[in-house]
């Protein structure tokens, strides 16, 4: 039997201080989201970093929890069982980066029963800060896996984003069409990340399914960020 892993960054367990604090303290202890040195860095994140942080985003916690549990975690595990019933002949799960389920027990689970495992986390665009911890994790298990490493090009992903994207546009005159990326450190950028350039090719290639949209309307942007990358889009 064939085994898919879906896999998304993480949430807390519950949007309570500790919890999050839980949760922060994995996710910025992870040398592929923050490259600075553990000696340098974990005095910080420690110190007054998770002190402060810690309950503030809780109470953001707080207000985006829904009765089923983390948005994150309930709207992935709908995500797997929808691909399960379209694949009923994978065995289809669900892990988080951050927090649980986790990677590691996830694949051994699915390794009991599935002769081939693929992996595949749930971010379009490659980077070392989304997947660079999912892949190091899933190599921590020895369980072989074929890992997708981004699918920001596939034409039916683009064909779904260019309708939702000239959907929403039709609704009203729209001064400005705004592709927002989450944002990397700008350092990974200059060490080759392939980030900003998938993330430009995912706008580019949205655009080329919607000929109507005015290209002078339309920016890239990487908004909360270490990156403030505009890049140009092709007429």
Same mark, same amino acid.
Not at 75 to 78: A, D, E, K, L, S
Not at 209 to 217: A, H, M, Q, S, V
């Given at each position: 039997m064939n085994g898919l892993l879906l896999v998304n960054l993480g949430s807390p367990a519950s949007p309570t201080t500790a919890d999050v604090h839980t949760y922060l303290q994995q996710f910025l202890s992870d040398r592929n989201v923050i490259e600075m040195s553990p000696a340098l860095w974990q005095p910080l994140l420690r110190g007054i970093i998770l002190p402060t942080r810690s309950w503030r985003s809780a109470t953001f916690y707080q207000h985006i929890w829904t009765k089923e549990g983390s948005p994150l975690v309930v @709207?992935? &595990? *709908?995500i797997a069982q929808q691909v399960q019933r379209r694949w009923p002949d994978w065995q289809v799960a669900y892990a988080m980066t951050y927090g649980q389920p986790a990677i590691g027990p996830a694949l051994e689970k699915l390794a009991t029963t599935c002769d081939h495992i693929v992996l595949l986390p749930l971010f379009p665009q490659y980077t070392q800060s989304t997947h660079g911890g999912i892949l190091q994790q899933a190599a921590a298990t020895n369980i072989p896996v074929t890992a /997708? #490493? #981004?699918f920001y090009d596939e034409p039916s992903y683009l064909d779904i984003l260019a309708d939702q994207v000239g959907q929403a546009y039709q609704q009203a005159d729209y001064d400005t069409v705004l592709f927002s990326y989450h944002s990397i450190p700008s350092a990974m950028v200059k060490h080759g990340d392939p980030y900003p350039t998938e993330c430009q090719a995912t706008t580019q290639g949205v655009l080329d *399914?919607?000929?109507? !949209?005015? *290209?002078?309307? /339309? &920016? +890239? /942007? @990487?908004p909360v960020s270490y990156t403030h !990358? +505009? !890049?140009? +889009?092709k007429a």
């Open positions: @709207y992935t &595990q *709908r /997708v #490493h #981004h *399914r919607l000929p109507d !949209l005015p *290209r002078e309307k /339309v &920016q +890239t /942007v @990487y !990358l +505009t !890049l140009p +889009t």
